[in-house]
């Protein structure tokens, strides 16, 4: 299943954007024009719908709260709003549209409430069923219920848990090589859904060893590329501790045994990135991947992820946040891959690409030439210098 369709209102950077979706999105912007905010928009939704620990008013308290959410160009208009279209495969049509509409309850104890919650589901003819529609009689009747979704509860999803289990599995990846060298060592309390990989080897080590064994042999093959003197990736432990270990080739036969800790982290992000890959069939969130790694590497992440989901289990949606004009080289990625962002004063919008721009991709133009000029920022970078 993928998210082919996203409509925002007022939430952060985004005042009114309706954008399609497919297999591969790579969200490119300015400073500030709310890349990582897009990415948040399905961490949210993960938020609410995940077992333990969720739910709207917890998703909002976490965010610091409506007024940090909602888009300063809001103005008179209160009302956040997310919808999605939901399909099963990159090329069919949607399946379920999930619309969540909240705002402040503006007195009292200013809870989170909900303005519109809807479900559609459409059969394999496109017919249209609302299995969900609130405010219904019952929220009328007890106000208290507008301050969970339906997403949350177990007795009114059941006609749509499809939906909730595939938006509860979003997975975020923006990974730390030091926390995932040193996860004991360094201090910091693990998240839940360990964006930054600190329980990356726990993950592997949980994972049944013909699996875990398979993916390892899958990513030792896409990694020689980028490190060629690497092989023999596999999993060990030692004392109840999941390691990594990789043979780097040297004049002196099995000289070169390394753990994880004497990866580099080029070599750790390429890894995790991989893994997460093969690791799941849902959304995979990827913040600047680009970080730690060498131009000549960076520019193959693109087929990278290409060719890792064909050899996948599940091909996973996989969005990817960038400013790398290295990654944006690939000719393969195509326009409708690509999410423009553009700040104004009226909040940041995401354009349809220009007739001009589509024929200069299709005339041999890469992405990079074409779309990171326009991310460039208005005022001239020389005024940063404090130098002078």
């Known amino acids: 299943m993928i998210i082919s369709r996203l409509k925002l209102k007022n939430w952060k950077n985004f005042r009114d954007i309706e954008v399609k979706l497919g297999e591969r999105v790579f969200i490119l912007g300015p400073n500030a024009s709310g890349k990582s905010n897009l990415l948040d928009v399905f961490r949210f939704l993960r938020d609410l719908a995940k077992a333990e620990g969720g739910g709207l008013q917890k998703a909002v308290a976490d965010r610091s709260g409506v007024t940090k959410l909602r888009c300063l160009s809001a103005r008179r208009d209160p009302e956040i709003l997310i919808e999605i279209d939901i399909a099963n495969s990159s090329d069919g049509p949607a399946a379920w549209t999930y619309t969540l509409g909240f705002k402040s309850e503006g007195k009292g104890r200013q809870r989170v409430m909900i303005s519109k919650e809807t479900v559609i589901k459409r059969d394999e003819n496109g017919k249209e069923a609302t299995v969900l529609n609130r405010p219904d009689r019952y929220d009328n009747v007890d106000q208290e219920r507008l301050t969970q979704t339906s997403l949350e509860q177990i007795n009114t999803n059941m006609e749509f848990r499809e939906i909730v289990q595939f938006l509860s599995s979003v997975t975020y990846l923006h990974l730390i090589p030091q926390l995932l060298r040193y996860p004991d060592q360094v201090t910091i309390t693990k998240l839940d859904e360990d964006p930054f990989g600190q329980a990356l080897l726990d993950r592997i080590a949980n994972t049944p060893k013909r699996t875990r064994d398979a993916r390892l042999a899958k990513i030792e093959d896409a990694l020689r590329i980028c490190v060629p003197q690497m092989r023999d990736l596999k999993y060990e432990e030692e004392r109840g501790k999941p390691h990594l270990q990789a043979l780097y080739e040297h004049w002196r036969p099995d000289a070169g045994w390394q753990r994880e800790d004497q990866f580099s982290d080029g070599t750790l992000r390429l890894l995790a990135i991989m893994w997460m890959l093969?690791?799941?069939?849902?959304?995979?969130?990827?913040?600047?991947?680009?970080?730690?790694?060498?131009?000549?590497?960076?520019?193959?992440?693109?087929?990278?992820?290409?060719?890792?989901?064909?050899?996948?289990?599940?091909?996973?949606?996989?969005?990817?946040?960038?400013?790398?004009?290295?990654?944006?080289?690939?000719?393969?990625?195509?326009?409708?891959?690509?999410?423009?962002?553009?700040?104004?004063?009226?909040?940041?919008t995401i354009p349809v690409h220009s007739k001009a721009d589509v024929a200069m991709i299709k005339a041999g133009m890469t992405p990079a030439e074409v779309f990171l000029p326009k991310t460039r920022p208005i005022t001239k970078l020389s005024q940063l210098n404090l130098f002078k």
């Open 278 to 348: 093969l690791d799941g069939d849902t959304t995979l969130l990827l913040e600047e991947p680009e970080l730690s790694l060498n131009e000549e590497i960076v520019d193959q992440i693109p087929t990278l992820i290409w060719k890792m989901q064909r050899v996948a289990k599940h091909k996973r949606q996989v969005f990817v946040t960038t400013h790398s004009r290295s990654m944006l080289s690939e000719s393969g990625i195509a326009p409708e891959e690509i999410l423009l962002l553009e700040p104004g004063t009226n909040g940041t």
